[in-house]
């Protein structure tokens, strides 16, 4: 009966691939569901942030695959956004240095998998499209060099590193909520004038690279000479949440870590977890995890790019749902911590169970639970892994900077600090 339920989700969720093409938004998005396994990071370490130094030696690396296989015709150009992820209006010849766009010509094709892709990679910058200015920049990927046919979009950073960053982890000055949240204070340092710092900067802190946390600051509780500090009483404070579960499939030959069972059913490899319990009026446990992030592994071949195998994995949480009007979903970077048809999860009210099947790359991945309260729209964790000030988090500040009279905002600082205790 429960293979039966998986491979029913997995066909519902996976194979749904006449849909009508949407166009181009300001977010990690996926627009084909052929597509799978969108990845960008600094090139000096895997599965890091998208964020690289201007005028540096370092590179973005982005890379994602095509389930129907075969070579397709795809583009790619950036464009320049605001701070908030919208349209700067700015022209390309203001932010970018040679082409607007180009063509992806490096792909490889799977080998030694079940179910057969196709992948895809670039670096940025290079030789055809680099960008000269500091700021938010989204690529978009779209399909025989037209931009009506959008495939991915995706956020990276680009620095012009002009102010030091210095941040502080502590337990939240709210006496009600000391045991469950962390406060982030922060201090910039800059030799640049900044005629009136609660105009002209922005701060936006977030934890663990998740956009749903990200928080604005606009005013410094104190400016002096060279400095601004950010410590105000009742803002950046965040749930501490709790460390994320994880499942390891590096290997599809034997049952790691949190994998019940493997089998396979015709083309397609699946796996089982095991149930997932709430932790919500558990104690804290302290365990390692990689906040939130994946990475695409295979130990049974030789190259994770295009020998790791494509699987349906089962999701089971033993819970009930915390109110009447709401959603669940299984959330973490390997969907950008979004919502949407793929990882939502689906509630049998019989067995108190919540169900999902995700189509996924083999690998290292760390995933929480989130409950979506429909009437508040908001998105939060605790219903059913609880909060505490222990957990290990990491946090990331954006400084940006718009001159007077400048048409566009400049991402001057960033940093990226973790509350995890030197070993």
Request: proline content about 4%.
């Amino acid at each position: 009966m429960r293979k039966c339920l998986f491979i029913t989700l997995f066909f519902c969720s996976t194979f749904t691939f006449a849909q009508t093409i949407p166009t181009f938004t300001y977010e990690n998005k996926i627009y084909l569901p052929n597509i799978k396994t969108a990845l960008c990071y600094n090139s000096n370490k895997e599965q890091s942030l998208p964020v690289i130094m201007l005028n540096s030696a370092e590179m973005l690396i982005f890379s994602f695959d095509d389930l129907l296989g075969g070579t397709k015709n795809y583009w790619y150009t950036i464009e320049l956004c605001t701070s908030d992820w919208k349209a700067s209006k700015v022209s390309s010849i203001d932010y970018l240095e040679s082409f607007s766009d180009d063509r992806i010509i490096n792909y490889r094709y799977s080998s030694n998998t079940n179910r057969k892709y196709t992948h895809y990679e670039l670096s940025l910058p290079n030789t055809q499209v680099k960008p000269k200015i500091g700021g938010n920049y989204i690529l978009k990927v779209y399909q025989d060099n037209d931009k009506n046919k959008p495939v991915i979009s995706q956020r990276f950073y680009i620095v012009d590193n002009q102010v030091a960053v210095a941040l502080e982890i502590t337990n939240s000055l709210q006496v009600e909520n000391r045991n469950y949240k962390q406060k982030i204070n922060f201090t910039i340092s800059h030799q640049m004038a900044i005629p009136n710092p609660y105009q002209d900067l922005k701060a936006v802190v977030m934890q663990n690279f998740n956009a749903n946390t990200a928080q604005v600051n606009t005013r410094p509780a104190f400016v002096k000479p060279n400095q601004l500090i950010y410590n105000d009483l009742n803002t950046n404070d965040f749930w501490g949440n709790n460390e994320f579960r994880k499942f390891d499939t590096r290997s599809l030959r034997y049952k790691a870590d949190n994998v019940r069972d493997i089998y396979r059913d015709n083309e397609t490899v699946n796996v089982m977890l095991f149930q997932d319990l709430p932790r919500n009026n558990s104690a804290f446990a302290n365990q390692y995890d990689e906040n939130g992030n994946f990475f695409i592994r295979n130990t049974d071949g030789r190259d994770d790019k295009t020998e790791a195998e494509y699987m349906g994995v089962l999701f089971t949480l033993n819970a009930t749902p915390p109110i009447t009007n709401g959603d669940a979903y299984v959330i973490g970077r390997f969907n950008n911590y979004t919502l949407n048809a793929d990882n939502k999860l689906i509630y049998d009210a019989n067995k108190k169970q919540f169900y999902a099947s995700i189509m996924l790359k083999q690998g290292l991945y760390d995933y929480e639970y989130a409950w979506l309260d429909k009437t508040t729209y908001t998105l939060e964790t605790r219903p059913f892994e609880g909060s505490f000030f222990q957990t290990e988090n990491s946090y990331q500040i954006f400084i940006y900077y718009r001159k007077p009279g400048a048409r566009w905002e400049t991402l001057v600082g960033y940093t990226n600090v973790s509350n995890r205790p030197k070993q």
